[in-house]
Nanobody, 126 residues
Framework: VQLQASGGGLVQAGGSLRLSCAAS????????RGWFRQAPGKEREFVAA????????YYADSVKGRFTISRDNAKNTVYLQMSSLKPEDTAVYYC????????????????????WGQGTQVTVSS
């Protein structure tokens, strides 16, 4: 599965952005989907994910209540709606996909995901 992330950009603190991640295959709906981010000099960290069905969602504590993951199966696309952005949200954001998981804690681990997009830069100015 090839993933193409887009939608990043420069935004002022308090603003919003919506990231998109388009998949190359219709079977994308059979995978779990997630978003990670990596700031300069820091390790890649989990942001959000949802199950194959999209019913259950997982968020990092730092983005709960501000970010929302969603999907459009007809478009083979997963989204990350980001609101109330903060300068500390500045990072390269990566979308990812992987096989269904049986343990909820695994959604937070980057090793659970087999496919990665190229990343899209999000910069939040203060």
């Amino acid at each position: 599965v090839q993933l193409q992330a887009s939608g990043g950009g420069l935004v002022q603190a308090g603003g919003s952005l919506r990231l998109s991640c388009a998949a190359s295959e219709r079977t994308f709906s059979a995978y779990i989907r997630g978003w990670f981010r990596q700031a300069p000099g820091k390790e890649r960290e989990f942001v959000a994910a949802h199950t194959r069905s999209g019913i259950s969602t997982y968020y990092a504590d730092s983005v709960k209540g501000r970010f929302t993951i969603s999907r459009d199966n007809a478009k083979n696309t997963v989204y990350l709606q980001m609101s109330s952005l903060k300068p500390e949200d500045t990072a390269v954001y990566y979308c990812a996909a992987g096989p269904p998981l049986s343990y909820s804690g695994s959604y937070y681990q980057h090793r659970s995901y087999d496919y990665w997009g190229q990343g899209t830069q999000v910069t939040v100015s203060s």
